[in-house]
């Protein structure tokens, strides 16, 4: 143990990391991305089967309740026909938040593998340590940018979507009647 000139007792330094170490975060790393992927994966596909049920149901009960005489049913469908669109510009803004949240993570983990690159290239002597997973090169580096805009651009379309839906229901929006 190691004294400061205060008396306090220091733990001994870690041992310097081995390259094994160096081995092990990078491969972490990796299956850290990959889960990244995955999640966004999962957040898009969910997001869109409800999105598809959600606006299925209020095509099907815009289509029905036309022309229907029943007072009842009338007043459940106008509520349902508010409340339908408001749910799902709700759920549209909550899942684009964690799709947002997934890719910038990704673009962190990203970055730290580019400084893994550069340590395990160094402790092995070579010029350039291959990739120990996917990684877009200098010429495909564009379909970066090509592949983070779509997920945000669907989210945005959806939401505007259920809006402009919302907004013609409640009258907000003269519809030309």
């Not at 049913?73 to 949240?101: D, E, H, N, R, Y």
């Not at 890719?103 to 730290?112: D, I």
């Not at 340590?129 to 805009?149: A, C, E, K, Q």
Request: aromatic fraction near 12%; hydrophobic fraction near 45%; proline fraction near 6%.
């Amino acid at each position: 143990m190691q004294t400061t000139p205060n008396t306090i007792p220091l733990p001994n330094p870690p041992p310097s990391p081995t390259a094994g170490d160096w081995v092990f975060l990078a491969t972490l790393n990796e299956n850290m991305i990959d889960k990244e992927h995955t999640l966004t994966n999962y957040r898009i596909t969910w997001m869109m089967s409800t999105q598809a049920f959600l606006f299925s149901a209020f095509c099907y009960i815009l289509i029905s309740t036309t022309g229907n005489k029943h007072e009842e049913l009338q007043k459940t469908a106008i509520m349902l026909l508010k409340f339908i669109p408001l749910f799902g510009a709700t759920l549209g803004i909550v899942s684009g938040l964690g799709i947002l949240a997934a890719q910038n993570v990704l673009e962190v983990l990203e970055r730290e593998r580019s400084s893994y690159r550069d340590v395990l290239a160094t402790l092995f002597g070579y010029h350039e340590m291959p990739d120990i997973g996917f990684r877009r090169v200098g010429r495909l580096g564009w379909t970066r940018f090509g592949g983070i805009w779509p997920p945000r651009l669907v989210v945005c379309a959806i939401v505007l979507l259920w809006l402009f839906v919302l907004f013609t229901r409640f009258g907000i929006v003269d519809r030309g009647a």
